[in-house]
């Protein structure tokens, strides 16, 4: 980026080379993608060339010193997710003006960025530019599986490990540190180097705070891929004749001896102890070669095949559940049902068999709520033999009673997603607790659905009370926005608080909406915020073919 030749200023700039990543990672990689459909950044484009002009404009004045310094900071949206069983994870949705500033900054950076992360000869997530998403990582999960196999040739033992909490953990100043070195990092007070400026943007979107990095957005998954390099190019350094791979945070490191092994453990703390972050030392693990490459019960169940003819078929689908069951209870971390449900998508059920099929999707849908989406276009895929929604509204109706107290956001809004495809009522008594979780993609499902008389709640103040103008830059702005342009909520005062700011006015003059059932969701199996269960979850079995 050019620099001032009459101070020490950045110019902020957006060059053509660098307008369509922009553009695409404000469309294609901003929103978590395993927000339900309907939630989404794809209606920002209109917007995104006065965006850019107004968050240039921002961006410099808050890198200039004196009277034209500004303060800017907004918080992010979090929507709550299942991890693993009993665990959850945070997905955030940055405020578009401050996420409008970070994808600047990282298009423009963006041959660099690459470029650093290539240097890594351990690197399966090395970023790219992607055609789902804005960035995607080079390499698909089913190959990872090749790769292991053939960089441990020759080996004795595994070293497994992985990052204990990595992009909770992240510290925003390891951005800098990773990409010029602290020393640097730390004399340039002026935002001169490139990764002081993506430091300061990221903090922008999380009310300036210096701990962890949104999780969702492709930004974030440079990011991660830069300061995981970092520790790569420095492990290499201290163990010349290193040999694995890595996959967003997951370590798998090859030795001769057991001796070799156990001293890349302290080497890995000692690297990643560097950048504020530590290993996982409940997952790390040495293993004597060799090992299995999936789990036990992914050959299991993809060695089941379902027939197409009617009565084979009904066996095979109790075969394949039955055996499900049983590994998902002695695999509770692992996604075993939704990959018995992919199973299904994969398979014409006939029409005989629909009602027993549904039957056993419900019951693992209880269990593990996770497969809602894959039971969505389960039932789209089925239409023709599906005509009685009453075992489904009883499994959406339970998921939505037990979930909502627990302020579990992913599950509500996937079984409301559901209800509203399937035009399934929600009655009174169970709205009125969905009504209680104060998650934004939760707020807009249900109030799309009250909209077409299925959602028969009675008490929205949790909602209504973010419906101000401060609301559009703190962590409800998504709510405090779509809620007032759809016109489901009003403003507390009665005033249209979004024509009055300078910057949600470009949005509404652009009728930009984050919600609408007509727009296609943007989706990547990868899923790079959730390495654990991306590790189990396989778009498809074309590989193994």
């Known amino acids: 980026?050019?620099?001032?030749?009459?101070?020490?200023?950045?110019?902020?700039?957006?060059?053509?080379?660098?307008?369509?990543?922009?553009?695409?990672?404000?469309?294609?990689?901003?929103?978590?993608?395993?927000?339900?459909?309907?939630?989404?950044?794809?209606?920002?484009?209109?917007?995104?060339p006065k965006m850019i002009s107004y968050a240039t404009n921002l961006m410099q004045k808050m890198l200039s010193k004196g009277k034209n310094k500004v303060k800017a900071r907004s918080r992010c949206v979090s929507h709550s997710v299942s991890k693993r069983k009993h665990l959850r994870r945070t997905l955030s949705i940055p405020?578009?003006?401050?996420?409008?500033?970070?994808?600047?900054?990282?298009?423009?950076?963006?041959?660099?960025?690459?470029?650093?992360?290539?240097?890594?000869?351990?690197?399966?997530s090395l970023p790219e530019l992607g055609k789902g998403r804005a960035i995607a990582p080079r390499e698909d999960l089913n190959r990872q599986p090749f790769y292991r196999a053939q960089r441990s040739i020759g080996s004795r033992y595994l070293l497994k490990t992985d990052i204990a909490r990595f992009y909770p953990s992240i510290y925003t100043h390891s951005i800098p540190w990773a990409l010029h070195g602290k020393d640097a990092a730390r004399r340039d007070t002026e935002y001169k180097l490139f990764g002081n400026r993506l430091d300061l943007w990221v903090r922008e979107t999380q009310d300036k705070q210096t701990g962890g990095?949104?999780?969702?957005?492709?930004?974030?998954?440079?990011?991660?891929?830069?300061?995981?390099?970092?520790?790569?190019?420095?492990?290499?350094?201290?163990?010349?004749?290193?040999r694995g791979t890595r996959s967003i945070d997951d370590y798998f490191l090859y030795f001769d001896t057991l001796s070799e092994a156990e001293s890349a453990i302290a080497e890995l703390h000692a690297t990643t102890r560097e950048l504020e972050l530590e290993l996982n030392d409940p997952k790390t693990e040495i293993i004597a070669l060799p090992d299995n490459l999936e789990p036990a019960w992914k050959s299991d169940l993809r060695s089941l095949r379902i027939r197409p003819e009617a009565r084979p078929q009904s066996t095979d689908l109790m075969t394949l559940f039955d055996r499900a069951f049983l590994h998902a209870r002695n695999f509770p971390s692992d996604s075993v049902l939704t990959y018995a449900a992919k199973q299904v998508l994969s398979t014409k059920i006939e029409a005989e068999n629909w009602k027993f099929c549904?039957?056993?999707?419900?019951?693992?849908?209880?269990?593990?709520p996770t497969l809602l989406?894959?039971?969505?276009?389960?039932?789209?895929?089925?239409?023709?033999?599906?005509?009685?929604?009453?075992?489904?509204?009883?499994?959406?109706?339970?998921?939505?009673?037990?979930?909502?107290?627990?302020q579990q956001g992913h599950e509500v809004a996937w079984a409301l997603w559901l209800a509203k495809k399937m035009a399934i009522e929600i009655p009174e008594i169970i709205a009125d607790k969905v009504t209680a979780i104060d998650d934004d993609v939760v707020a807009l499902v249900a109030l799309d659905l009250r909209e077409d008389g299925l959602f028969r709640g009675t008490r929205f103040d949790v909602w209504e009370r973010h419906m101000t103008a401060q609301g559009l830059y703190d962590d409800h702005w998504l709510l405090a926005y779509e809620a007032l342009e759809q016109g489901w909520l009003a403003s507390i005062g009665g005033t249209d608080y979004i024509a009055q700011d300078e910057f949600f006015s470009i949005l509404k003059s652009n009728d930009v909406k984050f919600y609408g059932t007509e727009l296609s969701p943007t989706d990547n199996e990868f899923k790079y915020w959730d390495d654990e269960e991306s590790a189990e979850i396989p778009e498809s079995d074309d590989d193994d073919e």
């Open 95 to 124: 405020n578009p003006l401050h996420q409008c500033m970070l994808a600047i900054e990282t298009a423009n950076g963006w041959p660099d960025l690459r470029s650093f992360c290539e240097k890594s000869s351990l690197a399966l």
């Open 358 to 368: 549904e039957a056993l999707l419900l019951r693992a849908a209880i269990g593990e």
């Open 213 to 242: 990095i949104p999780i969702g957005p492709d930004t974030s998954f440079v990011i991660g891929e830069v300061v995981a390099s970092a520790i790569d190019l420095e492990l290499k350094k201290r163990i010349p004749r290193l």
């Open 373 to 406: 989406p894959v039971l969505a276009d389960i039932y789209e895929a089925n239409a023709d033999s599906h005509s009685d929604n009453s075992q489904l509204a009883g499994t959406l109706h339970s998921i939505c009673w037990y979930h909502a107290p627990l």
């Open 1 to 48: 980026m050019a620099q001032a030749s009459s101070s020490n200023t950045p110019i902020v700039h957006v060059p053509f080379s660098a307008l369509a990543l922009v553009n695409s990672l404000l469309t294609r990689g901003y929103f978590p993608d395993r927000a339900i459909p309907p939630v989404n950044s794809l209606g920002i484009e209109p917007a995104i």
